[in-house]
């Protein structure tokens, strides 16, 4: 009985502090833990300072990154540069046209990359269906 107490308090401390898959959490959260914070544009959803400009989409409606050219052009160059594949190939980027970048096998795969979407503007469906997945 004791055990499954202590289980429970740490599972509950642990959960408070774990990082979300979005680095996402309520307003309300981060202005209990006193911790700056974004609110994004949506209103319902916040994220740490940190995350903003990261050139990661963090707020579901991507407001986090919209207003961030210059420091996306800046990590576009420094995040791919010297990079390479796991077979030792050069990294490809693909600049989106709000400057952020997506890794170039990003392009064309049916999936929103960028937050402008202009990773999949002139996408044919032949293109979208044989591209292999990024590794």
């Known amino acids: ?11 509950i401390c642990c ?10 959490f309520t307003c309300d959260q981060l202005d209990r833990w006193k911790l700056p914070y974004y609110r994004c544009r949506s209103g319902d959803q916040c994220i740490l300072t940190r995350y903003e400009c990261d050139s ?6 991507f ?3 919209d207003h961030c050219q210059t420091e996306h052009e800046v990590n576009c160059r420094e995040d791919f540069k010297d990079k390479k594949t796991r077979n030792g190939e050069p990294l490809q980027s693909f600049p989106c ?23 999949e503007i002139g996408c044919t469906e032949t293109e979208v ?6 590794n």
Request: net charge negative; glycine share 4%.
């Open 63 to 65: 407001s986090d990154e």
């Open 15 to 24: 959960s408070l502090f774990v990082k979300s898959s979005t680095s996402a």
């Open 97 to 119: 046209q709000d400057k952020m970048c997506i890794l170039g096998c990003q392009r064309c795969d049916g999936f929103r990359d960028c937050a402008d979407n202009s990773d």
């Open 56 to 61: 990661v989409l963090d707020c579901t409606d």
């Open 1 to 11: 009985m004791k055990l499954e107490i202590v289980s429970v308090i740490a599972f």
């Open 129 to 134: 269906s044989l591209r292999p997945p990024c």
